[in-house]
């Protein structure tokens, strides 16, 4: 049933191990909610002035820290989708729907749950729901991703 | 310049833990999402691992004041409303598409490729357009 290693799910242990204390650190230094759509939206839409350096930080963080370590792994294949209108189509709908629902993955996801929110678990649910239906209807009964 | 050297190590340590989690790698959120295919569980195991320190830190942060911020966040109010549902919805089916969501689509820029690019271009772009969105949806159809 499986086909991934066990030594994935280890290094997904890992890695989420590592983004929840990065949340810690956010919220128990700044006091604030490691959200990435919001951090990037508020800069986007101007929302996040007050506080722009903070978020420009942080970004700057996850955006350098994969670089830095890049030479030490084997390349890195990402297997995205080379359909141009699919990526388009794909990046209008998160930036829009992360946007309505005032968070992703790591802010409804990661820091939500871990907080008990009800509308963090309640997303986190409509989300996983609808990239679980998109898949089997674009993979599996259309064939385009 | 302590907040901006915290935000830096917490979006250090992020984008860190999205790339050895194979977060970054389309296939394997897709993977999860795939449960009609040969599903991949590897997206439970991160999001198990990141809620354990994180469930720690709400409640170390229960009573006390951030290190260098003012205030923690209060809960918010727990109304399920429309735009939650509705853009929840909206983000899924993207990130069904492409197999990435913001944070990886952020940690991806650097090796990922034009297509990474494409994608985050679009995303900002819906990032910019979404307060006219919920404009014109409210218009439309005025919340409760």
Redesign the interface.
Known sequence: ????LPS???????????????????????????G??GI??GL??GSGRS?W???V???????????L??PATDA???????N?P?????????????????G???G????G???L???GI???V???????????L???LLGV? | MPRLFFAFLAGGLFGTGLFLSGMTDTAKVQGWLDVFGTWDPTLAFVMGGAIVPMAIAWRIADGRKPLVGASFPKPAEPKIGRNLVLGSLLFGVGWGLAGLCPGPAIASLSYGGWPHWAFFAAMLAGMAIAPAVRTQLDRAVPAE
Do not use: K
């Open positions: 049933m499986f086909e991934t994935d799910w280890l290094w997904g242990l890992t890695g989420g191990f590592l983004i929840g204390t990065g949340g810690a650190v956010f919220l128990l230094a700044n006091g604030r909610i490691m990435a759509s990037l939206g986007i839409d506080n350096g903070e978020r930080a942080f970004l700057l963080g996850v955006f350098a820290l994969p670089l370590l890049l890195v294949d990402t297997h995205a989708t080379t141009l699919i990526l388009i189509a794909a990046g209008l709908c998160v930036g829009i729907g992360t946007r309505m629902a005032n992703c993955t790591s409804h996801g990661v820091c749950i871990s907080r929110s009800l509308r309640v997303a986190t409509f989300y996983i729901l609808a990239g679980g239906l998109t898949v089997a674009f993979r599996h991703i």
